[in-house]
């Protein structure tokens, strides 16, 4: 089993800078690959960025790239989202997911292969 709890959400104007975390306890760290998802007030859950066991690679939404960064110490067990530049509609709630796999690309498919745990989410709100 594999536990992970997200934190550092919160209400932030348009423009700020937020950074979650998410914490893993559990079986081992590095044998997973790690993603940020989110899920808006009625609409699905979308992918935001994944990276890899190692932290070598990484892959982004169009949505973010250029503006979200992740990245992990797998020295701490931790997972974490950098968000830049912060628009409204990056309001949401932020989840985090592992994929017993080192490659990034298998949480990017995870509507394809699943993901093997989920966090219980930390809210984000960016206001105009």
């Known amino acids: 089993q594999v536990q992970l709890v997200e934190s550092g959400g919160g209400l932030v104007q348009a423009g700020d800078s937020l950074r979650l975390s998410c914490a893993a306890s559990?079986?081992?760290?590095?044998?997973?690959?790690m993603g940020w998802f989110r899920q808006a007030q009625g609409k699905e859950r979308e992918f935001v960025a994944a990276?890899?066991?190692?932290?070598?690679?990484?892959y982004y939404a169009d949505s973010v790239k250029g503006r979200f960064t992740v990245s992990r110490d797998n020295a701490k067990n931790t997972l974490y989202l950098q968000m830049n530049s912060l628009k409204p509609e990056d309001t949401a709630v932020y989840y985090c997911?592992?994929?017993?796999?080192?490659?990034?690309?298998?949480?990017?498919?995870?509507?394809?292969?699943?993901?093997?745990?989920w966090g219980k989410g930390t809210l984000v709100t960016v206001s105009s």
């Open positions: 990276i890899s066991s190692s932290g070598a690679s990484t």
């Open positions: 997911a592992a994929k017993s796999a080192s490659t990034a690309l298998a949480v990017v498919l995870w509507k394809r292969n699943g993901l093997d745990y």
């Open positions: 559990g079986r081992t760290f590095t044998s997973y690959a």
